[in-house]
Nanobody, 121 residues
């Protein structure tokens, strides 16, 4: 059974920083594409940033220049360093990953349960 678990969310003042982590566990053969999404109250879930297994990154306009996505393939972990946070960054942040299991040998997209980020003004 593969699982993704996020951590690192919390309450921070505007201008502050947080570092989110997303760890994958279970019978993992390979992790390909990974990404961070967020969903604010009353809004649709939106892509924040993504990273390939080779380290190529992509950012939403709202995250460009303030957030940095990274991953440690040896630890099956992805990170999101968030700086210069704004109240509009308040949301539940979710990670997802395309993971190939050992047994059975199949690739599926998994989601974490989310971690709450609240930025106060």
């Amino acid at each position: 059974q593969v699982q993704l678990v996020e951590s690192g969310g919390g309450l921070v003042q505007a201008g502050g920083s947080l570092r989110l982590s997303c760890g994958a566990s279970g019978s993992i053969f390979r992790i390909d594409h990974m990404a961070w999404y967020r969903q604010a109250p009353g809004k649709q879930r939106e892509l924040v940033a993504s990273i390939t297994s080779g380290g190529n990154t992509n950012y939403a306009d709202s995250a460009e220049g303030r957030f940095t996505i990274s991953r440690d393939n040896a630890k099956n972990t992805m990170y999101l360093q968030m700086n210069s946070l704004k109240p509009e960054d308040t949301a539940i942040y979710y990670c997802n990953a395309d993971i190939t299991q050992h047994i059975p040998p199949r690739t599926s997209r998994y989601w974490g349960q989310g971690t709450q980020v609240i930025v106060s003004s």
